[in-house]
């Protein structure tokens, strides 16, 4: 990085588990970047510490949103918007709930706030899975979360901002940085033994795409080999040229 400025970096769902540790990463390493969180509630402000670089706001409300995002560099995405269930759902009749997202409230709405601020680059973390209809999480009534994730993700390939975005594998609360990691694309680690990760990996993995221009305009599946197998990942350049997917 020639630029000796710090990047201002905002992560979204800075509460959620591996949020909390995207935005300490950044945190300590204060020579390169400006932390800045977003979490929904004053109660999460204040498991974060309460700082004044922590945002209360939510990404479907852009009004709430503009102080967080306004003079940053970067975002990174953590957030996953629901869909609500409709209200008219029987569970007595069987069937299955339907569920929809209120007008003005998808999640693709911060891209465009983001847009409008001048971002640089968006990291998107999101889930392996969305290929496949049948994964359980697609199959809550008319939910297809994960493809409605999927069809999030499109948008803001489409949005013409440089981005990266990460379809992480199950996540684990282990310790990072002591794994090999596997990148791949449209699912297909799923098929493997391979196919989870743990969440201080996911996030040191959002920090090194802000570095790389490797890792920008590249979308793809990230999972780790067990702890002991293989060479733990260190050189983040190389992990980001070997991928060519662009979705």
Known sequence: MADLTPNTVL??????RTGQIVYRKLKERSEQYVARGLVRTEESKGKLGGADDVFVGDIRDEGSIVPAIQGIDALVILTSAVPKMKPDYDPSKGGRPEF??????????????????????IVLVGSMGGTNLSNPLNSLGNGNILVWKRKAEQYLADSGIPYTIIRAGGLQDKEGGIRELLVGKDDELLQTDT?????????????????????????????????????????????????????
Do not use: H
Request: charged content about 25%; proline content about 4%.
């Open 195 to 247: 196919r989870t990760i743990a969440r201080a990996d996911v996030a040191e993995v959002c920090i090194q795409a802000l570095q790389f221009e490797e890792a920008k305009f590249k979308a793809f599946d990230l999972a780790s080999k067990p702890e002991g197998v293989g060479t733990p990942t260190k050189d983040f350049k190389a992990l980001f040229a070997q991928i060519t997917t662009r979705f």
């Open 100 to 121: 929809y997202f209120e007008d003005g409230a998808y999640p693709e709405q911060v891209y465009m706030t983001a847009k409008a601020a001048g971002v640089k680059q």
């Open 11 to 16: 992560v979204t769902g800075a509460g959620g």
